[in-house]
């Protein structure tokens, strides 16, 4: 199963992008994880918050197959433990399915098609983190979940 994430905003430019570059790395051990970064819109100062969803949201549903099971990274979706994260990456494995993909909204969230579009919400936090920070926290945990899957003690 291939795992995507998809994201709205920079690719590069933070000092969170070496960690992230390592966790990215580490996962090609288990996994063809494909990050996918959609560039910030343009010229938004005369866009509602509702339009540049909408337009951020067609974006994304561009990156998106019809079979692909989608989970938004979202503040209001369900809280896992790593342990139990893990084995949610299990079951979806299990399913057969032929790719796993993970979204990162923009400033203002998703729209209304991308919610529609969703299999599962996830929350990584309550808290409300950069999408840089996201980005490496989620590669993190998805590095972990795997680790937990084959024993490997980097979890202890």
């Known amino acids: 199963m291939k795992i995507k994430l998809i994201w709205i905003g920079r690719t590069d430019g933070d000092v969170f992008d070496e960690a992230i570059q390592q966790y990215t790395k580490k996962l090609r051990f288990y996994t063809v994880y494909e990050p996918i970064a959609i560039p910030y819109l343009k010229s938004t100062k005369s866009l509602s918050q509702d339009e540049q969803k909408k337009r951020e949201g067609e974006l994304i549903l561009k990156k998106i197959e019809p079979g692909d099971v989608v989970v938004l990274l979202d503040e209001r979706g369900r809280e896992f433990t790593s342990e139990k994260f893990a084995q949610f990456i299990q079951q979806q494995a299990n399913t057969g399915q032929k790719a796993l993909v993970f979204v990162i909204g923009g400033a203002y969230g998703f729209s209304e098609a991308v ?8 929350a990584l936090s309550q808290l ?27 979890h202890h």
């Open 115 to 122: 919610y529609a579009r969703q299999n599962f919400k996830i």
């Open 128 to 154: 409300t983190f950069p999408h840089i920070m996201t980005r490496l926290i989620f590669a993190e945990q998805l590095y972990r979940a795997f680790t937990i899957l084959h024993g490997e003690p980097y």
